[in-house]
């Protein structure tokens, strides 16, 4: 015992010593105080790589304001669409990343019209390419047969008027329609072949959705995802304050689209 305390003793004397003459050994100089502006600095740069990363290729989230595509998705829906799935372009370039999947008949995809290049729509693919598409008093005809569609909402159909956008259909119709006499019409069209490429888009709402019938066909590079979950739903349209609080629809929060 007395020799431990000794050697102690000693210890610190000899420390005392080293910081006296101002010889302080290099592992015994105390650090600094951490540079706290630098660390957080360091951070948000990490952070905000990784939300341009993941909002560029992976996911991207998206709020619906039109009932186009009632009632699979209602206005104050908030989305997750899922970027990687469908794959998605470098931006500033025109390489293009491959989608882990591929898109098929009935998915609910987000996407950039022709029309409004600077709008984001989400609709339903229904033509492929290949199909041969039409539609007579609202029921769809997919090759030649009929589709069950229980997703589809008819609320309006009194006004079948035709509109002068649906032009661009005479280019693709059937050998067999006479084009002089074509008068397509929201709710009687066709029928007609999607081309190698493009791809076919209606809204839920058929009687409120302005999509392929009206502005043509799709290419592929503009798809920007699949929506997959719906992660918060609110009524948007209720006249209580604070809606977002108090009219939380908790049976969509957290649903899948379908």
Do not use: C
Not at 69 to 80: A, H, I, N, R, Y
Not at 92 to 108: E, H, L
Not at 136 to 143: A, P, T, V
Not at 189 to 206: A, E, K, Q, T
């Amino acid at each position: 015992m007395k020799k431990s305390r000794a050697r102690k003793q000693g210890d610190l004397g000899d420390v005392k010593r080293n910081l006296d003459s101002g010889n302080i050994p290099s592992e015994e100089i105390a650090k600094g105080p951490p540079n706290v502006i630098k660390e957080w600095s360091q951070s948000l740069i990490v952070a905000a790589v990784l939300f341009f990363l993941i909002r560029t290729f992976v996911l991207q989230t998206f709020v619906i304001t039109s009932g186009s595509m009632e009632e699979t998705l209602m206005v104050g829906d908030f989305l997750v669409a899922d970027r990687a799935a469908v794959g998605t372009r470098i931006p500033g370039t025109q390489i293009r990343i491959p989608g882990y999947s591929s898109i098929k008949r009935g998915d609910v995809l987000v996407f950039d019209p022709p029309h409004e290049p600077d709008l984001k729509l989400v609709k339903r693919l229904v033509g492929m390419p290949g199909d041969t598409l039409s539609m007579s008093d609202g029921l769809l005809m997919i090759n030649g047969k009929s589709q069950m569609e229980g997703y589809a909402k008819h609320v309006d159909p009194s006004t079948d008027e035709y509109h002068p956008w649906m032009s661009w259909q005479l280019d693709h119709l059937v050998e067999s329609i006479e084009r002089a006499s074509y008068r397509p019409t929201r709710d009687n069209w066709g029928p007609l072949v999607v081309p190698s490429g493009r791809y076919f888009m209606l809204g839920d709402n058929r009687h409120s959705s302005l999509d392929s019938r009206y502005w043509g066909l799709l290419e592929r590079w503009r798809f920007e995802g699949r929506a997959t979950v719906l992660y918060f739903s609110y009524n948007r349209d209720s006249y209580r304050p604070f809606p977002w609080i108090r009219e939380i629809r908790w049976e969509r929060t957290f649903s899948l689209v379908q």
